[in-house]
């Protein structure tokens, strides 16, 4: 079942032209088309579902730079900043806070790599602080379970999913950008190699730039055009109880995580653990995204069953006149895990017991896409003047996407980029570089 997601105003009336046309309103989409339309470009934003219809309404809403590959530093203080500006900018709240994180553990292979990242965290003036066994038994107190230690990640916070794609969206169309659901983009029309329009479900846009912020379905759009953009879903599955007990604003143990609404209620969930589909995009892909599988295979189930032939990682070819596969699947909304939502509440409620009998309030599943190093493409595509990507949020795009949004709103308008964008190009994966996995 869809977890719940702020609803806004669409735009019926489809324009000729734009100077960019985004495709896909989750976070991504959404920030990128607020940072266009607010330098003054005219901007379509067309949406298959509706605005934040898939990750971006399914995640915990952390916005981190604790533990972060050094590639994504950068922009991550980058998008701290947008969304502490976003409130100001748009009138409306997308629920961020700094509310600092919390993390322990009693691991000791799991505090170590916390206090390596240390080094990462001082080049980039990253606020955290580790916790003795005392300070994380007094922050995080669980039954049973003695710290060996724990991370206050200080200047980090947390956003609402379920209202800050939409209200970002609402942003963008304050600058002047038109919001069009249930409208599928199918393809682009090309003129000597160069995009000249996108293919609606709803009619022809006009355009010589397009970005394409489709999340999981990404790869599929650009497949059509000869753009080879390794990407691979794993399926994930959180819940939503009613509002409860105050147990804290963003907490991580190894058994579970806790993130508070504005409600009062909390998102739960287990991290890490996910089912990796067999998909005919994932065989393709397979030997890009083996350094990573590797490294996680110990969190990760195989699985198989109807993404093999449905969704964005199917086979698939059809023609733009015809519906395209993504409006075939307008939400990718796949069954939330029984198994993993007893777990959760098992393992809440024994490490919480003020959490007995708390109430589930929904359940959801979700694809999160991921890169073979799990960072992010934010890159022109080489062969098709005009096209660019940003996708690969890799299971913590949420927090990182307003910066993004950003970036690929500077390489769109060809203006100075707000960061280096060489660690997030697409031909990273195609001209031989060594695939360093970064942190999830
Ligand atoms: C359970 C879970 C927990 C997570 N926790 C965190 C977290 O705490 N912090 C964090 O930073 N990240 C987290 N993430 C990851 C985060 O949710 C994603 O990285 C991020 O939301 C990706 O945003 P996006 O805009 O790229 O993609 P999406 O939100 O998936 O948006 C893509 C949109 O494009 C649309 N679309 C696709 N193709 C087309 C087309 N052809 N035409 C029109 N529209 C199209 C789709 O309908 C969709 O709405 C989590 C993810 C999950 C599932």
Known sequence: MSPLVKRIQNDQELPAKADVVVIGGGIVGASAAFFLAERGLSVALVE?????????????????????????????????????????KIGEDTGFRRCGLLYATDSPQQLAEWEKWRDTARQFNVNTKMLSPRQAEATIPANGRRWLGGVHSIDDGKAEPAI??????????????????ECA?????????????????????????????????????????????????????????????DLGEAIYTPECSLTRRLDGSYTLAISGRATLDITPQGLRYARWFMPMFLKRLKSVQIGIGKSFFHGPEA?????????????????????PSRRTIAAILDRVTKQFPAMAGV???????????????????????????????????????FGLGPGIGRLAADLVANDPPCVDPTPFRLSRFLDGSRVKVGAI
């Open 185 to 245: 983009a199918r393809g682009l029309d090309l003129a000597n190699g160069a995009v000249a329009g996108v293919i609606t479900e709803k009619g022809l846009i006009r355009t010589q730039a397009v970005l394409c912020a489709g999340g999981a379905w990404t790869s599929l759009f650009c497949r059509q055009y000869g753009v080879r953009f390794p990407q691979a879903s794993v399926r994930q599955t959180a819940l939503r109880t009613r509002p409860t007990a």
């Open 315 to 335: 086979f698939g070819s059809w023609n733009s006149d015809k519906p395209s596969p993504f409006e075939r699947t307008r939400v990718l909304d796949p069954a």
């Open 48 to 88: 298959k579902g509706h605005v934040g219809c898939e990750q971006s309404s399914r995640n915990w809403g952390w916005c981190r730079q604790q533990n972060r590959d050094a590639r994504e530093l950068p922009l991550s203080g980058v998008a701290l900043q947008l969304w502490d500006e976003f409130a100001g």
């Open 164 to 181: 800050a794609a939409p209200t970002i969206a609402n942003g963008a169309r304050r600058f002047g950008a038109t919001i069009h659901q």
């Open 359 to 397: 109430e589930v309030a929904d359940s959801w599943g979700a694809y999160v896409d991921c890169t073979p190093d799990a960072v992010p493409v934010i890159s022109a595509a080489d062969d098709v003047k005009g096209l660019y990507l940003a996708a690969g949020g890799s299971g913590h795009g």
